[in-house]
């Protein structure tokens, strides 16, 4: 008895000692990302870091915040505003053996470089028939609601996924920004890391909590292909990713008061989908919204209704849905942006439509 | 040179067949675009002849001069330009998309895209510490474009072993370099940057050998990247099939009248080279593309599923 109640003790205190750990190791989503390209340039002399402001400023968005200090200028380049140049850059040091991860500050400025994205960096393997590697990071802030307007609030995550040879990704919250940063680097492919500026832990861009999550202190990967069901339920799949998971997640909140039983996933990977995840759940539930904070039309809403209504296993109880960006640009007027924002709110009432329409 | 020459008239052969009387594109061995380098030897023979196979070099939409001075695999070469299994890329890219690691080499269809990489992979080699430098070919054209002016001010402030290589065959498919161009010598543009500019008149190899000797040694002993304009002349159209109506009365044949290759030959015969000798190059050269084209046109062709492979690695 005293024996059980000793290994109990010990128990009780080791677990005591985890979660002290886990509250002292919350991150933002920003730390996360730094914390995951210090340990990978300590790990491999070969990955550096490029961009504008990341050298002494530590990075717009703080994703490099403290890499200069410690790797110095050579493998921490901060580099004029010539995109073209240095992505065109970064997949000459790729194919000579190095790993570099690139900075370009807002996604909206993927006009000025894109040709050294879709044309240069994500073909390399194919015109070479998988001889001249090409493993680069090119991370990127999308997203709005801070009244940043047209140029700076972009989310374009269908232009990026839409076009073959590239990795998209966009974490939901801090672990997973290490895991996927960390991936990302090893990975012997081109990855378009983006990153939500609502997410990011900022103070000045405002916060979302449950973004800030305990994350391990040692290395470790979270796949680039594949989704996760952050919550379960029976009665309809919500799909959200970035910032429109929390939404999803407010709103399966809300319903649940309802006894209404949503699953909700976190696509976390927007090329290559993982669609059996998806098809998995709404085969399950019958019923799909999709909250995506891009424009509308074509976008990654679309591919996600598309890829339910061609699987011959869902038995769709309802039309699927989607919350998004309408096709305009984006307002700067506070009273504009808010209105057409998706948000929880209307991710309730459009899965409420849909679970009562069936009714 | 003589390699290179006789390649693109062999390839020029293979493209005809099948497109004549009527130019279809899509017809024949070789479909799609081809830009042939015919009259440009000299820029690749005399610049390549500096570099070791670690060198990185870019190269433009018409690139089979400088793939062949850069050492390139001419059967794999060949049998990729005809889309076969064997191809470079296993016919993925084609003739504007040739990529051979071995001898660090790749080009690509847009204008001044491979200054960057150039640029990057110059960078690598200095990080290293090695004496590896990068080359960009590019053509008068691409010194219009964003990309040149970012690359040449990135390398500057990164001090990066990079030599790039104007190609002036003053046309841009068919707008004329002093129609299009702010100023005459391209060149020019390097004291914008603080780097070293050099023009070299006269489509002359010996002395666009002499001008990329300088840059490419300052670039290996750390002196940091050079931009060399070469005046060159096209003596075919801007691709295959070109009509090439924008050309002045007479330009074709006053050019063939300044063919580098039968001039440079008078040059060696005059300077003592013997006879002898320049046949022997001549028969090496005709047997090693003879022999690529026979590989290419023999070679199997891939598999339409193999299209789904290699997108990544």
Known sequence: ?359 | MVKSRYFEESVKQAYLEGKQPLFNMAKGPIPGEMHLSNGQEPCAAGVCAHLRPGDFVTATHRPHHVAIAKGVDLKAMAAEIFGKMPGLSGGRGGHMHLFDPDVNFSCSGIIGQGMGPALGAAVARQMRGDEHVAISFIGEGAANQGAFHESLNLAAIWNAPVVFVIEDNSYGISVAKKDCTAIEKNSDRASAYGISGVFVPGNDPDAVYDAAGDAVSRARRGGGPSLIEVETYRLEGHFMGDAEQYRPKGEVERLMGIDPIPIYRRRLADAGVDSALLEAADARAKKNVDEAIQFARTAPAPEASDAFEKVFT
């Open chain 1, 1 to 359: 008895m005293h024996l059980r109640k000793c290994l109990l003790n010990r128990i009780v205190a080791k677990e005591d000692e985890k979660l002290k750990n886990k509250a002292e190791r919350r991150l933002t989503i920003a730390k996360a990302m730094s914390e995951a390209i210090a340990q990978a340039m300590d790990a491999d002399q070969r990955v550096l870091v490029m961009g504008e402001d990341i050298g002494k400023l530590g990075g717009v968005f703080g994703t490099t915040q403290g890499l200069l200090e410690k790797y110095g200028p050579e493998r921490v380049r901060d580099t004029p505003i010539s995109e073209t140049a240095f992505i065109g850059a970064a997949v000459g040091m790729a194919a000579s053996g190095m790993r570099p991860i690139v900075e370009l500050m807002f996604v909206d400025f993927f006009g000025v470089c894109m040709d050294a994205i879709y044309n240069l960096a994500a073909k390399q393997s194919y015109f070479s028939g998988g001889r001249v590697k090409c493993p680069l990071v090119i991370m990127t802030s999308v997203g709005g609601g801070y009244g940043d307007a047209g140029q700076h609030s972009q989310c374009l995550y269908a232009t990026f996924a839409h076009l073959p040879g590239m990795k998209v990704v966009i974490p939901s919250n801090a672990y997973d920004a290490k895991g996927l940063m960390t991936a990302a680097i090893r990975d012997e492919n081109p990855t378009i890391f983006m990153f939500h500026k609502a997410l990011q832990g900022m103070g000045w861009l405002g916060t979302e909590p449950r973004a800030i999550t305990s994350v391990p202190q040692e290395l470790y990967e979270v796949p680039l292909n594949k989704a996760a069901v952050v919550r379960t339920g029976r009665d309809i799949t919500l799909v959200g990713f970035g910032v429109t998971l929390h939404h999803a997640l407010d709103a399966a909140e809300a319903l649940a008061v309802d006894g209404i039983e949503a699953e909700v996933i976190d696509l976390r990977a927007l090329a290559p989908i993982d669609r059996e995840t998806v098809r998995r759940s709404v085969a399950k539930t019958g019923r799909l919204v999709v909250v995506d904070d891009d424009y509308k039309s074509c976008g990654i809403s679309a591919e996600i209704i598309a890829m339910v209504c061609e699987d011959p296993q869902a038995k769709l109880r309802s039309a699927p849905t989607r919350v998004t960006h309408p096709d305009i640009p984006v307002p700067f007027s506070p009273v504009m942006e808010r209105a057409i924002l998706p948000t929880a709110s209307k991710v309730e009432v459009s899965a409420r439509n849909a679970v009562r329409g069936f009714e």
